[in-house]
């Protein structure tokens, strides 16, 4: 399951719908409290599943279920194809006239952006995401970038436009920089600044950036190292005896305190989740045996009490990050689950 930064495909547009470190390992957590034990959550988990032309919005607190037909989503491989930003959801789309923008307001979709929007990475602060526009004028075996700009997710106003970047794919944001996975490997470039004062990251594969902090590693993701772009702290981190880690997927909380990540346990044939406490690098394994093994994939309330998944019968589970309460949320989705958002409750 573990891979590089995913490659988006040309043509496709982004939609917004409102509505030196110590070595750590993971501690297991053998016992999980039934779902009459588990912390309540308000909200609802919006999936994109891979039937590719709606999303599926399941209620949190009683599991009903409900589709929304959305034919401005389209298939394939970006960075992020489903993110919640200041009350928006914003999601990988298209456009019969090209890329664009999209919000979906009083049951309408109007277009924000368009010209050549390409795809989007959540912005570390929360409340706005980052359009990368292809040049127009590039080659298609290069697919460089023109340029990237700062948007307000629910208004679609555009922030900040930044002048050409490094070359590679923006695979996310931490500390007020963009994540770039290149020929090279990762670096971390100040959009205010000239591509030529890049900063190197030493790895090859993000696996997730939220707040100030990046989850890094090597091309086998043997071992995680959460790093502080602010302070350059770094902890390392290690899966547990017999397991892997499975780092599609992997998300921060929006504090960027904890990381989420899969955890392959091959010989016993499941999934769990691990929890990586950013500030210390400890780590605890939850959720043995819930976790889907095809694709993994998480979401943080925005307090970070509450994280959910997509599990191993086909539907979205829900772990109380306090009590390490587990509870099935949703039964069987009618499609894999690829992404996951929580919209907030009332």
């Known amino acids: ?80 194809d489903l993110a919640t930003r200041d009350g928006a959801e914003v999601f990988y789309g298209r456009h019969r006239n090209g890329p664009a923008v999209y919000a979906l307001l009083g049951g ?99 696996v997730a950036s939220a707040a100030s902090r990046v989850a890094l590693c090597r091309r086998t993701c043997a071992v995680i190292r959460v790093r502080d772009l602010r302070t350059g702290r770094e902890r390392v981190v290690r899966p547990p005896a017999g397991a892997r880690f499975a780092v599609e997927g992997a998300r921060f909380s929006d504090d960027g305190r904890r990381l989420a990540v899969a955890l392959e346990h091959r010989a016993k044939g499941r999934g769990s989740v691990g929890l990586v406490d950013a500030d210390t690098g400890d780590s605890v394994e939850h959720a043995s045996g819930w976790v889907s093994r095809e694709r993994s994939s998480f979401a943080w309330t ?23 309460a587990v509870e099935r949320v949703s039964g069987r989705l009618p499609a894999p689950v690829t992404s996951l958002a929580i919209r907030p409750g009332a």
């Open 1 to 80: 399951m573990e891979s590089g930064p995913r490659q988006a495909a040309a043509g496709w547009a982004i939609a917004v719908a409102i509505a030196a470190a110590p070595a750590c390992g993971l501690a297991l957590v053998t016992s999980l409290a039934g779902a009459d034990d588990a912390a309540p959550a308000t909200g609802q988990v919006v999936v994109r599943t891979l039937d590719g032309d709606r999303l599926t919005l399941v209620d949190l607190a009683d599991g009903e279920m409900r589709e929304v037909a959305m034919p401005q989503l389209a298939p394939g491989d970006p960075p992020f």
């Open 108 to 206: 309408s979709v109007r277009p924000r952006l368009t010209a050549d929007a390409w795809y989007f990475v959540p912005a570390s602060d929360g409340a706005a995401i980052w359009v990368m526009d292809l040049d127009p004028h590039g080659p298609d075996t290069v697919r460089a970038l023109s340029r990237v700009r700062r948007v307000d997710a629910a208004t679609g106003r555009v922030r900040f436009t930044s002048g050409r970047p490094p070359a590679g794919m923006v695979a996310g944001a931490a500390g007020g920089a963009l994540i770039i996975s290149g020929r090279a490997g990762l670096v971390s470039w100040d959009p205010r600044t000239p591509a030529g004062r890049a900063r190197p990251l030493g790895a090859r594969v993000l």
């Open 302 to 324: 925005r307090d970070g009490s509450t994280l959910v998944f997509a599990d191993d019968r086909g539907g979205i589970s829900a772990l109380d990050v306090a009590t390490g």
